[in-house]
Nanobody
Framework: QVQLVESGGGLVQPGGSLRLSCEASGSILGVNVMGWYRQHPGKQRELVAHITNVGGTFYANAVKGRFIISRDNAKNTVYLQMDSLKPEDTAVYYC??????????WGQGTQVTVSS
C-alpha cells in the first residue's frame, strides 16, 4: 500500500515563497505521475502541476512562471517550489500519485495561506 505524506505548508506574505514536499512510501516502480492539486474553500480540487517519472511536466496557467515542480526518484519525493505567491494561491494543497495509469493515491493535504 502506498502512502503519501506532505509537508511544507504554512503562512506567507504576498510575494513570498514556500516549498512543498510529498514523500511516497511503498513501491512506486513503473510509469507514474506525481502531482499537486489545490482546493479553495467551496470549490472543486484543481490541478496545479504534475511531473512524470521521466521528468515531463505540466503546469496550470495560473501558476506558470511562478511555481516549479520537481522530483527525486531515489527518495520517491515530489516538490513544489512556489514563488511570487498571491492571496489567490491560498488553498489546501494535495499531493497525488497515479501509478501505471491505474491506481490513484492522495495525500492528506497541507494548508497554504498567503496573507499580509
Amino acid at each position: 500500500q502506498v502512502q503519501l505524506v506532505e509537508s511544507g505548508g504554512g503562512l506567507v506574505q504576498p510575494g513570498g515563497s514556500l516549498r512543498l514536499s510529498c514523500e511516497a512510501s511503498g513501491s512506486i516502480l513503473g510509469v507514474n505521475v506525481m502531482g499537486w492539486y489545490r482546493q479553495h474553500p467551496g470549490k472543486q480540487r484543481e490541478l496545479v502541476a504534475h511531473i512524470t517519472n521521466v521528468g515531463g511536466t505540466f503546469y496550470a496557467n495560473a501558476v506558470k512562471g511562478r511555481f516549479i515542480i520537481s522530483r527525486d526518484n531515489a527518495k520517491n519525493t515530489v516538490y513544489l517550489q512556489m514563488d511570487s505567491l498571491k492571496p489567490e494561491d491560498t488553498a489546501v494543497y494535495y499531493c497525488k500519485l497515479v501509478l501505471r495509469g491505474i491506481w490513484e493515491f492522495w495525500g492528506q493535504g497541507t494548508q497554504v495561506t498567503v496573507s499580509s
